[in-house]
């Protein structure tokens, strides 16, 4: 396997799988490459990552610390939130370094999507408004499912939250037009034009999970269905542009990409899903960054 090393992200360069700890790929990535950032980061991420009771927010160019609920700071209550629930500390240790990475090599028109479970994406929408700026925040997508078992004790939990922030909200890309639309709940009464052009989607999109037994599965555990990433880089992205996932792990991100005309990186540090990617992607150079 070759060795990774950076590139100009260019209409030269050509799609990359790379094996490694993320964080390190992204030391090397250069500023603004990216037009599109998409992550699905695990939440086990291990009880090895430094806990760190202080910190110094970065803050979006110019801005300051502005995210202030009642006039308390985003490390006020950070502090808060760290000091009861360690398991959180270390996953906002874990997910910070990473996702200042992902803000810093995203172009100027880019958009991040961080797609997470209703658990985690609170505290992972307060740690991002203070990187970005609440002025940022684009858009929270609910991907609702319907698979697997309903207990009867609470509401049965059927979705995922995606969190969209763009670097610059005055500048940022976004093409509805392009996007699959929908079928209108009662079709009969916006008449039969509307009805067979369907509907622009909302931020709650309807999609089954991958299924366990048809073609699309490539039985990698976390796998999240094509026709959701393909929303995603139909709406925030331009043939030709460049799409990043640092925690790529089956590759649906380039895959998707791949079929749109996009050219992507997508990183992983699990060999296993390494191996699934060179299956999923044939034609993509596979590089080492250890
Ligand atoms: C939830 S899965 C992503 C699934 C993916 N969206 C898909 O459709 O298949 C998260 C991935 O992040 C990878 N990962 C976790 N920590 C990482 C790190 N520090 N560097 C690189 N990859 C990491 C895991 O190996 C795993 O494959």
């Not at 370094?97 to 880019?110: D, E, S």
């Not at 609702?144 to 909200?169: E, N, S």
Request: charged content about 25%; aromatic content about 12%; overall charge neutral.
């Amino acid at each position: 396997m070759a060795q990774w090393e950076p590139f100009a992200f260019d209409a030269e360069g050509t799609s990359a799988i790379v094996h490694g700890e993320n964080l390190n790929v992204l030391e090397g990535l250069p500023d603004e490459a990216f037009s599109l950032v998409y992550l699905d980061p695990p939440f086990n991420t291990g009880r090895d990552q430094v806990r760190r009771t202080t910190r110094s927010v970065p803050a979006a160019t110019g801005e300051g610390d502005r995210v202030g609920f009642a006039g308390r700071s985003y490390e006020t209550i950070m502090g808060s939130l760290l000091r009861y629930e360690d398991s959180f500390a270390d996953y906002l240790g874990f997910l910070e370094p990473r996702l200042m990475h992902a803000r810093r090599v995203l172009a100027t028109h880019g958009t991040l999507y961080v797609h997470l479970d209703y658990r985690e994406v609170h505290y992972v929408k307060v740690l991002l408004d203070a990187l970005f700026g609440r002025r940022c925040f684009l858009n929270e997508i609910i991907w609702a499912y319907d698979f697997g078992g309903r207990t009867a004790k609470r509401w049965p939990a059927k979705h995922d939250t995606i969190l969209v922030y763009v670097k610059d909200p005055t500048a940022y890309h976004f093409n509805s037009a392009d996007v699959d639309r929908e079928p209108y709940m009662a079709p009969g009464l916006v008449g039969p034009v509307k009805a067979a052009r369907g509907k622009l989607p909302t931020d709650v999109w309807w999609h089954t999970i991958v299924s366990p037994t048809g073609k699309e599965k490539t039985g990698y555990p976390t796998q999240k269905p094509a026709g959701v990433l393909r929303r995603i880089v139909t709406a925030s992205s331009r043939p030709g542009d460049w799409v990043l996932d640092f925690f790529a792990g089956s590759g649906t991100t380039g895959a998707v990409s791949e079929q749109l005309g996009r050219k992507f990186v997508c990183v992983d540090s699990n060999p296993e899903a390494v191996d699934v990617m060179r299956r999923r992607l044939p034609d993509t150079a596979v590089f080492s960054a250890s």
